[in-house]
Every structure is written in C-alpha cells, then in structure tokens.
C-alpha cells in the first residue's frame, strides 16, 4: 500500500495518508481527507469533485463545488 500511495499526485490527502501507513496519529479532519484521496485513487484523473453525494463524507470532499 506505501508504494501505491507514493503514486498518487501530490495533495494533502497523500501526506495524510502516508502519515497513517507510517502509524502517526491523525485528526478526525486528516483522517477524512486522507480517506476522500483513497477513495479517489489518489487523484490520478486530476483533484476533482467525486460527485457521490450519498457518501457521509461528502460534505468535507476537499475539491467539491462551493
């Protein structure tokens, strides 16, 4: 998983996200970011809204539209 996440396009996710596979401790705000980038893949198609507006994370998704 570290080398996967070291693919990923740089953003705030990715750090957060790395910080946890390194066993760091998180905020629930990191947390969420991180698991936004997750789920995205890291961003490969560029730092986009997801659109899935039924996820409870929805409204913390660190690229939605205001």
């Known amino acids: 998983m ?3 996440v070291k693919s990923w ?4 996710g990715k ?5 946890h596979l390194n066993g ?8 969420i ?3 936004c ?4 893949a890291g961003y490969v198609d560029g730092k986009l809204n997801c659109q899935i507006v039924d996820c409870p994370l929805y409204p ?3 690229y939605k539209s205001k």
């Open 33 to 35: 970011i991180a698991k």
């Open 9 to 12: 396009a740089q953003s705030p």
């Open 60 to 62: 913390y998704m660190p």
């Open 37 to 40: 980038a997750d789920c995205n």
């Open 15 to 19: 750090k957060h996200m790395m910080r």
């Open 2 to 4: 570290h080398n996967e």
């Open 24 to 31: 760091e401790r998180l905020t629930r705000g990191e947390a």
